[in-house]
Structure formats: structure tokens, C-alpha cells
């Protein structure tokens, strides 16, 4: 998972936006126009990188297509330390 973690948020174009979607959804669940507005991000941009969270299985939806709310995955859940480290490692704001 450290791996995993460290490649979708240090190792590609976009990481730190990643990282800032799942820090917001940790806190609570957002559809993607909730979370386009809440870190001032294009919604297609969102919409991008939730596509690879999920293909990650970072996080999962739950509900109807336009308004499905996102939840961090089991498996994130479980390893939040390890995303917390690498959260202060890059001094992402």
C-alpha cells in the first residue's frame, strides 16, 4: 500500500490533487461537484482523478451516477497512517 500510495500521490502528474481529494473525503463523504468547489478544482479535473482513486480502489462511490457520494475504501481506511505520513512528508496544503 506505501508503494501504491507513494506512486499516486509523489510519482505522477496531478498527486498532490489526489491527495487533497482523499484528505477531504476522509473527513466526510463529497460528490464530485462538492469537491470541485470545495478545493477549487475544475470539475473534469475531479472527475479525472477520481477515476484513478477508484481504479486504485482508494476510494468507492456509493449512489446514482450524477450524485454518487465518495467514501475512502476499506483498504484505505486501514492504511490512513501511511497516507497521513506522506501528507506531511510533501507539505501538501
Given amino acids: 500500500m506505501q508503494k501504491l500510495l507513494w506512486w499516486i500521490i509523489a510519482g505522477k502528474r496531478g498527486g498532490k490533487n489526489r491527495a487533497r481529494i482523499l484528505k477531504l473525503i476522509s473527513e466526510r463523504p463529497y460528490n464530485a461537484h462538492q469537491i470541485s468547489e470545495e478545493l477549487c478544482l475544475d470539475y473534469k479535473t475531479v472527475r479525472h482523478h477520481i477515476k484513478i482513486l477508484e481504479k486504485n480502489n482508494l476510494i468507492q462511490p456509493t449512489g446514482d451516477t450524477y450524485g454518487k457520494l465518495y467514501f475512502l475504501s476499506s483498504k484505505m481506511e486501514e492504511n490512513y ?11 501538501i496544503k
Avoid at 81 to 91: D, Q, V
Fill in 81 to 91: 497512517e501511511i497516507f497521513e505520513e506522506i501528507w506531511s512528508k510533501l507539505n
